[in-house]
């Protein structure tokens, strides 16, 4: 006996709201639990101070200010003093105890117990020195060690009686001039693009104003209903992809990772299980574009991705991710100021900070500037936003196909400025009237990020 059109009707609408309610509770419980996650922005704090302490000797005066500001070593002292000393690693706790003049602070930071034993002889000649004291034969020695990394062991001979004269090392000049070219991308390309996407958004605004602007094309998608939405987002992307899969596949990650050093195997571990979240709602949207009417597929296909011409959907790419900048910096800025901190960054990006495995970066760099932006924007700007703007409106489906997408990333602190990408994106979709643009903004939007990471980081 088969079910009538009705009975799956109601079938479907079930599960929807089943699927519904069941993704709520999980996206509340995430968006909760973020709030105990650590931010990755004291971390990167630091490591932009320790470049700018690095560089200082290398620095034209007149970017001294620019990019240094004031006295650097208060500045990177201040930095350590935000952050919890559990968190620091064991450079971090020695910088900190060759930095400060509170005694109190100075024993703390030496106390903990070093996880890097070639860190044990200088937590031990820090902690034995009495201040006023002269630098010995011995801590000379110590401090002559080339595998000593320079930022440390310049400032530990200061705090072990050294001159400053002495305890610069004429070979650290190499290091000096690489730090100082690493601030200078990390300063000056965001603020390079920052004013490039404000030229750019005035422009747009006031050709808008004057009516030069093209009228949008028709927003073209697939012929699905909000229950297939709530399925595909609510089903597969949460119940099965973050909450069902990962349970699953975790013995898989375990055995291909299995004898990997801990940042490779870290980004093996995240590769994976990027592709495993990602299969569920791929294959409940394979089934549901499957069940429509062929002869009903617009020119382009139900998705629009419409990759040519290739160089207009990469230029309209690049262009909607520098207007996109200023809006979502000036939210991130503005929540920072009115609410702090919240925390619950991305665990990826401190993973991307702290790396120093080439093949781990590269492979971190694949899921998040290649897999994510494929991924992404094919659920929420190919399928999500034009379903609800045929059914609620452009508007609205402009600004909750954004919501889910900023919620999905479960991060209280980020929600705002994901919100405003979001936004953004479904924009340049509605604009563009393809698909391609908007993984290329997207993918420059990661990228942009994970180079910054990068520079600033091991």
């Known amino acids: 006996m088969t079910s009538s059109p009705t009975d799956r009707r109601l079938s479907k609408s079930l599960l929807a709201l089943i699927s ?163 601030l200078l991308l990390a300063e000056l390309l965001p603020i390079a693009a920052l004013l490039t996407g404000v030229g750019l958004l005035i422009r747009h605004l006031w050709s808008r104003f004057r009516g030069k602007l093209p009228a949008w094309p028709p927003l073209v998608g697939p012929l699905l209903t909000p229950a297939d939405m709530a399925i595909l987002v609510a089903g597969g992307f949460v119940l099965l992809g973050e909450v069902l899969l990962p349970v699953l596949v975790s013995p898989l990650i375990a055995l291909i990772s299995q004898g990997q050093t801990g940042a490779l195997g870290q980004a093996i571990a995240v590769l994976i299980g990027y592709i495993a979240l990602a299969i569920p709602p791929l294959g409940i949207l394979r089934l549901q574009l499957g069940g429509l009417e062929r002869v009903e597929m617009p020119v382009g296909g139900w998705l629009q991705w419409r990759p040519s011409p290739w160089l207009t959907g990469l230029l309209q790419g690049v262009r909607g991710w520098l207007m996109v900048m200023p809006p979502v ?56 936003l034009p379903v609800l703007a045929r059914v609620l409106g452009r508007g609205w489906g402009v600004v909750i196909s954004g919501l889910v997408f900023a919620v999905a990333h479960l991060s209280i602190g980020e929600l705002p400025p994901l919100l405003v990408l979001g936004i953004g994106l479904a924009l340049l979709r509605l604009s563009s009237g393809r698909l391609l643009p908007c993984v290329v903004m997207h993918a420059c939007w990661n990228a942009a990020t994970f180079l910054n990471l990068i520079l600033l980081g091991s």
């Open 329 to 384: 910096v000036l939210t991130g800025w503005l929540t920072g100021k009115l609410v702090g901190d919240q925390g619950g960054s991305n665990p990826l990006l401190e993973m991307v900070l702290r790396n120093d495995n080439p093949w781990a970066l590269v492979l971190l760099a694949l899921t998040a500037v290649v897999l994510a932006p494929l991924f992404e924007e094919l659920v929420f700007r190919g399928v999500l």
């Open 20 to 182: 519904l309610v069941l993704a709520m509770l999980v996206w509340v419980m995430g968006l909760i639990s973020s709030l105990s996650r650590d931010s990755v922005t004291p971390a990167l704090s630091l490591q932009q101070q320790e470049k700018a302490l690095l560089a200082e000797p290398s620095l034209p005066p007149q970017l001294r200010p620019l990019l240094v500001g004031g006295d650097p070593s208060a500045q990177m002292l201040e930095a350590l003093e935000e952050v919890p000393l559990d968190r620091l690693d064991d450079r971090q706790r020695l910088l900190l105890a060759a930095l400060t003049r509170d005694e109190a602070q100075r024993s703390a930071a030496l106390a903990l117990p070093m996880q890097r034993p070639e860190l044990s002889a200088m937590q031990q000649a820090l902690s034995t020195y009495e201040q006023g004291g002269r630098l010995t034969e011995a801590n000379e020695a110590l401090l002559s060690d080339p595998a000593m990394d320079p930022l440390l062991r310049q400032l530990s001979c200061e705090a072990l009686g050294g001159s400053k004269v002495w305890c610069t090392d004429p070979s650290d000049a190499n290091a000096a001039a690489q730090a100082t070219q690493r």
